[in-house]
């Protein structure tokens, strides 16, 4: 079974950054790595993806609010994905799930796509 371990969390203040790591014990190319945030009493929602689109790997995808201030990447020799976090908001505050798909067969926000899940951790933003 394959395993996700998320680490980077913590308490920032607005303005500032952050770097979460999500280490996959199993990614091949073909594969999408995803990173979603539940807010206490709101549901799962999509941040940023990166993975194959079907003629290249490596293609990235975000959630307007996290478009310009977020950047995912991947390292494929350490089976690693990073989401760098600048310009932290309160509204970011959630923790922060990232998630692995075999081949993503429709959008990549959809939480359907993924078949394997880390723990979470915990990014919380004061104003």
């Known amino acids: 079974q394959v395993q996700l371990v998320e680490s980077g969390g913590g308490l920032v203040q607005a303005g500032a950054s952050l770097r979460l790591t999500c280490v996959v014990s199993?990614?091949?190319?073909?594969?999408?790595v995803a990173w979603f945030r539940q807010a206490p009493g709101k549901e799962r929602e999509f941040v940023a993806s990166?993975?194959?689109?079907?003629?290249?790997?490596?293609?990235?995808n975000y959630e307007d609010p996290v478009k310009g201030r977020f950047a995912v990447s991947r390292d494929n020799a350490k089976n690693t994905v990073y989401l760098q976090m600048n310009s932290l908001k309160p509204e970011d505050t959630a923790v922060y799930y990232c998630?692995?798909?075999?081949?993503?067969?429709?959008?990549?926000?959809?939480?359907?796509?993924?078949?394997?899940w880390g723990q979470g951790t915990q990014v919380t933003v004061s104003s």
């Open positions: 998630a692995r798909a075999r081949v993503v067969r429709g959008r990549v926000s959809d939480r359907g796509q993924y078949d394997s």
């Open positions: 199993e990614l091949s190319f073909t594969n999408t």
């Open positions: 990166i993975g194959w689109n079907g003629w290249m790997q490596g293609a990235t």
